[in-house]
């Protein structure tokens, strides 16, 4: 499981693909997103926008990413 660090109180999803490296652009990021590819916190996510905090786990085709503080 990969750990991506808070630089604030949030990151917002398509960033945190970026960050993460598991998407190359904002484009990419958008598209997964749509597609129901992504699962946060257990639950498909299809908001680009939506705010991950601390706790928060991403699942990407068997990748996971941690937020934490």
Same mark, same amino acid.
């Given at each position: 499981? #990969?750990? &991506? /660090? &808070?630089? @604030?109180? *949030?990151?917002? &999803?398509? #960033?945190?693909?970026? =960050?993460?490296?598991?998407?190359?652009?904002?484009? %990419? =990021?958008? =598209?997964?997103? $749509? @597609? !129901? #590819?992504?699962?946060?916190?257990? %639950?498909?996510? +299809? $908001? +680009? !926008?939506?705010? &991950? *905090?601390?706790?928060?786990?991403? @699942?990407? /085709?068997?990748? #996971?990413?941690?937020? %934490?503080?």
């Amino acid at each position: 499981m #990969q750990v &991506l /660090h &808070l630089k @604030d109180e *949030y990151i917002k &999803l398509g #960033q945190a693909l970026k =960050a993460a490296g598991l998407v190359t652009s904002g484009v %990419e =990021a958008k =598209a997964v997103i $749509q @597609d !129901g #590819q992504i699962i946060v916190n257990n %639950e498909i996510s +299809r $908001q +680009r !926008g939506k705010k &991950l *905090y601390a706790g928060d786990i991403i @699942d990407f /085709h068997g990748e #996971q990413i941690k937020i %934490e503080k």
